[in-house]
C-alpha cells in the first residue's frame, strides 16, 4: 500500500527527478512514476548525453543541477582507471566527446540520480514506482483529483490521489489524460506571429524523434548483426531535403542547410585530452564517432579498456516519417528499425578511409544501455504536447535576429535561466532543420502555471513554449531547472495554502516563493553573456 502522497509525479526523467528532490526537500511526501526501470529520462534510459550551454561551468544552471554533474565526474575519479592527468582536472569530460563538457554513460548517471534520492526513499518522503505508467485521470472543478497508473510488470491498476499532481512525462501525455488544454505541433504563424512558424497550424509536424545505441569498435572481430527486417528501405531512402541517401556520410549542416560530409574513424590516436567542447565555437558534429563519445579510452591507464565507446545520435537514425505522439508503437517500431539499419549498414556498407567498405569490428552494447538488443530503453523525445499557459514563450523571445546579441527578454516572474540554439531536428511535416541563433534567456513562471487547472504543473517540455522555443527550452539543464521550480512550487503551495495562479500574479507572494528558490540555488537571472 502507498500513503496518500502530497504530489504525484508522473515521470521519472530529468525534470521529474528534480521536482522530487526539490519537494522531499521541502518535507512533501512525494510518489514518482517512471515508466522503464530506469530514473533519468533523456539522461540515461533515452542514452543521451547533456547538451548544455558554453558556460555551464561558471554560471547558467541550478546548484541541485551542479551537483549532479559534479557526482558524475567523482563516480569516474573514485572507479575508473583514469590517468593521472585526467584524474586531477576539475572539468573531467569522461567521455571526451564534442557535444558536452560533461559526455559519460547512463548506467553513471542513474547511480548519480539514485544516489542524490536514496536519503529521501530512507525517509519514507519519496516512493519510487518504476514500470508504471498512468492510464487515466480523474478531474474536477479544475482540479485532477486522481490519476490511475498501470503496473507494467504484473499489469494491475492502481489509483493514487494527491493534492499536486506534476506532469514530468517525456510527451505530456498526462496533459491528455486530464484534458488540459495544450498544444501539439506546430502553431500557426498567425497565433504568436512567429518568423519561422508556418502559416497554418499544423499539429502532427512534430521534431523526429531518435532511438540511440551505444558502439565500441574491436579490428579484426566480427559482430555484425542480422539484417534488421525493413535494411532495404532504409537503405535507400532518400529524404527530399536531404543531399543523398538518409544512409550516408553526407548530411545538411543544421545551421546553413549545406551538404556536409561528416567523417567516421572509429578510436582516433588524438589525446583526448585535447578535445574542446563548445558549441558556441562549434558544432562538432562532423565528427561522428567523437561527437558524442562517452567513454574515452585513451584518458584511462593503459589496458584498461581496448575501445572508446561512443553514442549513436546522428543525422543518420533520426526518425521523422510518423508523429510520434498519437502513433507512439507504429513510431517506435519504425525508429528502431531505422537505427538498427544504421548499425548494419555500418558494418556491413560504410565507406571507409582505406578504400574499404564495412566496420565489422562495431559492437553494440546492451551492457551500456541496459537492453537486451543495445538500443536505448526509450526513444530521444524531442517535443512534448505543451500547455496553454499563462506566458507563452515566442521566437521573439530569444531569437538573436529579433532581440540581438545581448538582448534580453526580462520577465517579472523569472525562476530559472538557460541557453540553446533554437535547435529543430528535421519533422514529421517535412522541414528540414531549423536551428537559429538564440540569447540566454530566463524562465517565466508563467510559462509553468495553466490557464485553468489549479493543481497541475508541468516539469520538462511540456511547459508553455511553442513548437520553435521548444527547440532551446527541450535540453538537459533547462528541462532539470523547470522540474526543480515545478516540485518546490507545489510544496510551497501547500505550506502557504495558495494556488500557483497566485502565486504567479501577486508581486508579493512572486517574491515569496522567488526567496525560496535563490535559498536553494536556482539561478534567476544572467550575467552579460552574448548569445551565439
Excluded at 224 to 248: C, K, M, V
Excluded at 351 to 377: C, E, N, Q, S, W
Excluded at 479 to 487: H, L, M, R, S, T
Aim: hydrophobic share 40%.
Amino acid at each position: 500500500m502507498i500513503a496518500e502522497p502530497d504530489i504525484l509525479i508522473v515521470g521519472g526523467g530529468l525534470g521529474g527527478v528534480a521536482a522530487a528532490l526539490s519537494a522531499c526537500r521541502a518535507g512533501r511526501r512525494v510518489v514518482m512514476t517512471e515508466e522503464t526501470d530506469w530514473i533519468g529520462g533523456q539522461l540515461t534510459a533515452q542514452a543521451v548525453p547533456p547538451d548544455e550551454h558554453p558556460w555551464v561551468e561558471q554560471f547558467g544552471s541550478t546548484a541541485s543541477y551542479r551537483a549532479l554533474r559534479e557526482g558524475i565526474r567523482a563516480y569516474y575519479r573514485q572507479w575508473y582507471p583514469l590517468r593521472g592527468e585526467a584524474l586531477g582536472l576539475a572539468d573531467l569530460n569522461p567521455g571526451a566527446g564534442r557535444v558536452s563538457k560533461l559526455c559519460h554513460e547512463p548506467r553513471i548517471a542513474l547511480a548519480v540520480l539514485d544516489a542524490m534520492l536514496a536519503p529521501h526513499r530512507a525517509s519514507g518522503l519519496l516512493t519510487v514506482l518504476t514500470e508504471h505508467r498512468a492510464v487515466s485521470a480523474e478531474a474536477d472543478n479544475d482540479v485532477i483529483r486522481a490519476v490511475t497508473l498501470r503496473d507494467l510488470r504484473a499489469d494491475t491498476l492502481r489509483t493514487v490521489t494527491a493534492r499536486y499532481v506534476i506532469d514530468a512525462t517525456e510527451t505530456g501525455e498526462l496533459l491528455a489524460l486530464a484534458d488540459v488544454e495544450h498544444a501539439n505541433g506546430a502553431e500557426a504563424q498567425g497565433e504568436f506571429d512567429e518568423p519561422h512558424a508556418p502559416a497554418e497550424a499544423q499539429p502532427d509536424n512534430q521534431q523526429g524523434i531518435t532511438v540511440c545505441f551505444a558502439l565500441s569498435h574491436h579490428e579484426g572481430e566480427d559482430h555484425t548483426i542480422e539484417r534488421p527486417r525493413d535494411y532495404a528501405f532504409w537503405r535507400d531512402y532518400r529524404p527530399d531535403f536531404w543531399p543523398g541517401p538518409l544512409l550516408g556520410f553526407e548530411a545538411p549542416d543544421p545551421r546553413t542547410l549545406e551538404p556536409v560530409p561528416r567523417t567516421f574513424v572509429p578510436n582516433p590516436d588524438l589525446d583526448p585530452l585535447a578535445v574542446s567542447a563548445d558549441q558556441s565555437a562549434d558544432a562538432g558534429d562532423k565528427e561522428l564517432w567523437g561527437f558524442r563519445r562517452i567513454l574515452a579510452r585513451k584518458l584511462h591507464r593503459p589496458g584498461a579498456f581496448d575501445s572508446d565507446i561512443t553514442l549513436v545520435n546522428w543525422p543518420l537514425n533520426d526518425y521523422w516519417l510518423k508523429p510520434y505522439i498519437g502513433q507512439e508503437a507504429e513510431a517506435l517500431r519504425e525508429a528502431r528499425q531505422l537505427s538498427l539499419s544504421v548499425l548494419y549498414w555500418l558494418q556491413t556498407e560504410a565507406p571507409r578511409a582505406d578504400g574499404g567498405t564495412g566496420f565489422p569490428g562495431l559492437r553494440i552494447r546492451p551492457d551500456v544501455t541496459g537492453t537486451a538488443d543495445g538500443l536505448a530503453k526509450s526513444a530521444y523525445v524531442r517535443e512534448s504536447r505543451r500547455i496553454k499557459a499563462v506566458t507563452t514563450v515566442v521566437e521573439q523571445d530569444v531569437a538573436i535576429d529579433v532581440v540581438g546579441p545581448y538582448g534580453r527578454t526580462r520577465y517579472r516572474d523569472p525562476v530559472g535561466v538557460g541557453n540553446y540554439r533554437i535547435d529543430l531536428h528535421p519533422s514529421t511535416g517535412g522541414d528540414s532543420y531549423i536551428d537559429i541563433g538564440s540569447v540566454p534567456f530566463e524562465i517565466p513562471l508563467g510559462a509553468l502555471v495553466p490557464r485553468r487547472v489549479r493543481n497541475l504543473l508541468p516539469a520538462g517540455k511540456n511547459i508553455g513554449t511553442t513548437h520553435i522555443t521548444n527547440g532551446c527550452y527541450r535540453l538537459h539543464p533547462v528541462e532539470w531547472n523547470i522540474g526543480e521550480v515545478a516540485g518546490a512550487l507545489a510544496a510551497h503551495c501547500l505550506s502557504e495554502e495558495v494556488e500557483p495562479q497566485q502565486v504567479q500574479a501577486e508581486d508579493k507572494r512572486f517574491e515569496e516563493f522567488a526567496r525560496v528558490l535563490d535559498r536553494s540555488g536556482v539561478q534567476r537571472h544572467w550575467p552579460d553573456v552574448r548569445g551565439y
